[in-house]
């Protein structure tokens, strides 16, 4: 069994639609949780950062940890085709080292206009 | 400001062939790692450092090889080409331990005959 398991799509949205994206992980020692986003044939870049449990809120994007459900989440509002990209949600422990993430495969999403 | 600068972008090898794939940060972090993303499989961790002659092994590290003479440059060698080797490589760098972004370069493509 992989630690994280993300499902992997594909989804496809009109435009302005809400978008959720989910991720499970089964190591409970993860304490951050981090969601990227790659563009076709780019490498991916942190679009949200949080630790422990909670939500964090920046601008149209929101995520969420559930660390008792191990399950974290998320969600897109008013979708942009801007938008369209590899959503990739990672996460790590405090003993590894900054670098050491663990990664999700990854959920396309295609934002239509 | 180029960030991290992977070469080559893309390489053919035939099975038994070795090369080296460059990384190199201008961004002064002292924690770089190396990655490669298969359909299916997500991101998974081959070496990683955590500064100027130090490293270690990720997940998957058999079948390659990594140095850190300075702090700018990463390279990660592979010394017998398999197919099983065929993916996309992305090297990364971050500034701590507990910083949790990493940057990514665009990835080298790879694949062996």
């Avoid at chain 1, 076709?40 to 994007?61: A, I, V």
């Avoid at chain 2, 298969?38 to 058999?62: C, F, K, W």
């Avoid at chain 2, 065929?86 to 972004?101: K, W």
């Amino acid at each position: 069994q992989k630690e994280v398991e993300q499902d992997p799509g594909p989804l496809s949205v009109p435009e302005g639609a809400i978008v959720s994206l989910n991720c499970t992980y089964s190591n409970s020692a993860f304490q951050y949780f981090m969601w990227y986003r790659q563009y076709s044939r780019k490498g991916p870049e942190l679009l949200m950062y949080t630790y422990s449990s909670g939500n964090k809120e920046d601008g149209r994007f929101t995520a969420q940890v559930d660390k008792s459900s191990k399950y974290i989440s998320l969600f897109i509002r008013d979708s942009q085709p801007s938008d369209s990209a590899t959503y990739l949600c990672a996460m790590r422990s405090t003993e590894t080292g900054a670098n050491n993430l663990f990664f999700g495969t990854g959920t396309r999403l295609t934002v239509i206009p | 400001n180029a960030g991290v600068t992977q070469t080559p972008k893309f390489q053919v090898l035939k099975t038994g062939q070795s090369m080296t794939l460059q990384c190199a940060q201008d961004m002064n972090h002292e924690y770089m790692s190396w990655y490669r993303q298969d359909p299916g499989m997500g991101l998974r961790l081959i070496h990683y450092s955590v500064g100027a002659g130090i490293t270690d092994q990720g997940e998957v590290p058999n079948g390659y090889n990594v140095s850190r003479s300075t702090t700018e440059d990463f390279p990660l060698r592979l010394l017998s080409a398999a197919p099983s080797q065929t993916s996309v490589y992305f090297c990364a760098s971050n500034s701590g331990r507990y910083t949790g972004e990493l940057f990514f370069g665009e990835g080298s493509r790879l694949t062996v005959l």
